[in-house]
C-alpha cells in the first residue's frame, strides 16, 4: 500500500535545505559578480548596465531552482519510484491525494453501510460535476470577457466623436479606460465617475472661458461696432481682467441691460 510506507519527510526536506543553500549561494556569487563589475566600472550606470545585472540575477534564480526541483524529484524518484511509480514531487502530491481518496471513500462506505464501489463511482460523479461547473463557469467568464471588450471598443468610438462629451473623454481616456477595467463598468460610467472626482476643476475652468469669452466679445464690439458700448458712453474705470467676480456679474447685467460702458 502507498500509504503504508509513505514518509514525505524521509530524505527530501535534507535535500530541499541543501539545494536552497545552493540557491542562496548562487545568488551571492552573481550578486557578488555583478558588485565587482560595477565597482570597476563608472560610478554612473547606464540602462544598459543596469538591465544586464538584472537579467544575470534572474538567470542564476532561475538556474539555481530548476537544479533545486530536479534534486527534489530525484529524492522523490529515489524513495519511492520503484515501490510506488513515483519519479517527481508532482506524482508524489498526485499520489497522497489520491490515496486520501481512498481512505475517505472506505470510511464514509463504512458509516452508510454501502458498498465501497458504490461510494466510489458517486464521488466519480461528484468529481465530473464539479468539473464541468468549473469549466462552464470559465467559458461563461471568457465570454463575458469578450463581449465586455467588443462593447468597449464601439463605447470609444461613440464617446471619441462625442459632441458633448468627445474633448474630455479624448484628454482622460488611459485614466477612464483602467477606471473601467478595476471597477468593471463601461465607459461611460467610469467617465461620469471621473468628471464627478474633476467636477471642481471642469466648472472652474468652464468660467473662466466663459468669462474670457465675454470679455473678448465686449472689446471686439467696443473696437467695430458703431455706437459701441465703448462710444457716447460713461467711463466706468473698470478691469474687466481684474475686477472681482461679484462686479464682474454686475457688469455684465447692466450690458446686458443695454446699458453702455466704456472700458
Request: no cysteine; proline share 1%.
Amino acid at each position: 500500500m502507498f500509504g503504508e510506507n509513505l514518509n514525505p519527510n524521509e530524505g527530501v526536506e535534507e535535500v530541499v535545505t541543501s539545494n536552497e543553500e545552493q540557491v542562496n549561494e548562487s545568488t551571492e556569487s552573481v550578486n557578488e559578480e555583478v558588485t565587482t563589475s560595477q565597482e570597476n566600472e563608472k560610478p554612473v550606470q547606464s540602462a544598459e548596465d543596469n538591465a544586464k545585472y538584472a537579467s544575470m540575477r534572474r538567470q542564476a534564480q532561475l538556474e539555481a531552482q530548476t537544479q533545486t526541483q530536479q534534486a527534489i524529484d530525484a529524492e522523490y524518484s529515489r524513495l519511492y519510484g520503484e515501490s510506488n511509480g513515483i519519479h517527481t514531487k508532482a506524482d508524489y502530491d498526485k499520489a497522497v491525494k489520491e490515496y486520501e481518496r481512498e481512505q475517505q471513500i472506505q470510511a464514509d462506505a463504512e458509516r452508510q453501510g454501502v458498498s465501497e464501489e458504490y461510494i466510489r463511482r458517486l464521488k466519480d460523479v461528484e468529481d465530473t460535476v464539479a468539473t464541468t461547473k468549473a469549466e462552464k463557469q470559465e467559458i461563461a467568464n471568457q465570454k463575458a470577457e469578450l463581449e465586455r471588450q467588443i462593447a468597449m471598443i464601439a463605447e470609444h468610438e461613440t464617446l471619441s466623436k462625442d459632441e458633448t462629451f468627445s474633448d474630455y473623454y479624448n484628454e482622460h481616456q488611459e485614466d477612464i479606460k483602467a477606471s473601467a477595467k478595476n471597477f468593471k463598468v463601461d465607459l461611460t460610467t467610469a467617465m461620469l465617475l471621473s468628471i464627478k472626482d474633476n467636477f471642481k476643476a471642469i466648472k472652474e475652468g468652464t468660467t473662466k472661458k466663459a468669462q474670457q469669452e465675454t470679455i473678448n466679445n465686449i472689446i471686439k464690439n467696443k473696437s467695430t461696432s458703431t455706437g459701441s458700448l465703448g462710444q457716447g458712453a460713461a467711463n466706468d474705470n473698470l478691469s474687466v481682467n481684474d475686477m472681482p467676480k461679484e462686479d464682474f456679474n454686475k457688469l455684465l447685467d447692466r450690458v446686458r441691460s443695454g446699458e453702455k460702458v466704456k472700458l
